[in-house]
Antibody
Framework: QVQLVQSGAEVKKPGASVKVSCKVF????????MHWVRQAPGQRLEWMGW????????KYSQKFQDRVNITRDTPASTAYMELSSLRSEDTAVYYC????????????WGQGTTVTVSS | DIQMTQSPSSLSASVGDRVTITCRAS??????LNWYQQKPGTAPKLLIY???SLQSGVPSRFSGSGSGTEFTLTITSLRPEDFATYYC?????????FGQGTNLEIK
């Protein structure tokens, strides 16, 4: 069964960094890419970036490109999203979602990771 | 960035009704348009990709149409489990963007 399992909730202080993991089950990790999408409370979905799990190439939203780093660990079948210089507006649920390309649909989603930024 | 605008933002309907949600793009996106359903506290679920292709396992009462800048999601014969928020997403640009969502509520 294809499944994406994300790491647990995080509470961070402003200025800190957070790293969220997304481990895949049920398919060959390197044959797909992985998107990262976030959703602030009551807000629309917001795309952050994408990684080609095969070669590690990435594409980022201009809004986040100075603060986000998406990586992967191929033997562990795990993708990571690290967001730095956190501020209160980064409080959101962060999702990983499988996608064959940066331009494409997202057919399998993780359960979401809540990140709370508070002093 | 390509802006995606959905209408209406909220919609009240009854079980058995037929509903249509519209998504407009700020520029032509061919058929690079996908639809998702999201229920409170859960991740989005892919319903329709490439404007009109039904994702595997999604009931046939869901359908999508459109090309260029205007797209629609239609749900025929609403069931209780269909009350949720629906998002469109353009994948024409590598800068992926979503609509603001349409909240479908029970009347």
């Amino acid at each position: 069964q294809v499944q994406l399992v994300q790491s647990g909730a995080e509470v961070k202080k402003p200025g800190a960094s957070v790293k969220v993991s997304c481990k895949v089950f049920g398919y060959t990790f390197t044959r797909y890419g992985m998107h990262w999408v976030r959703q602030a409370p009551g807000q629309r979905l917001e795309w952050m970036g994408w990684i080609n799990a095969g070669n590690g190439n990435t594409k980022y939203s201009q809004k986040f490109q100075d603060r986000v780093n998406i990586t992967r660990d191929t033997p562990a079948s795990t993708a990571y999203m690290e967001l730095s210089s956190l501020r209160s507006e980064d409080t959101a649920v962060y999702y990983c979602a499988r996608g064959t390309s940066a331009r494409g649909f997202m057919d399998v989603w993780g359960q979401g990771t809540t990140v709370t930024v508070s002093s | 960035d390509i802006q995606m605008t959905q209408s209406p933002s909220s919609l009240s309907a009854s079980v058995g009704d037929r509903v249509t949600i519209t998504c407009r793009a700020s520029q032509s996106i061919s058929n690079f348009l996908n639809w998702y359903q999201q229920k409170p506290g859960t991740a989005p679920k892919l319903l329709i990709y490439a404007a009109s292709s039904l994702q595997s396992g999604v009931p046939s009462r869901f359908s999508g149409s459109g090309s260029g800048t205007e797209f629609t999601l239609t749900i025929t014969s609403l069931r209780p489990e269909d009350f949720a928020t629906y998002y469109c997403q353009q994948s024409y640009s590598t800068l992926v963007t979503f609509g603001q969502g349409t909240n479908l509520e029970i009347k």
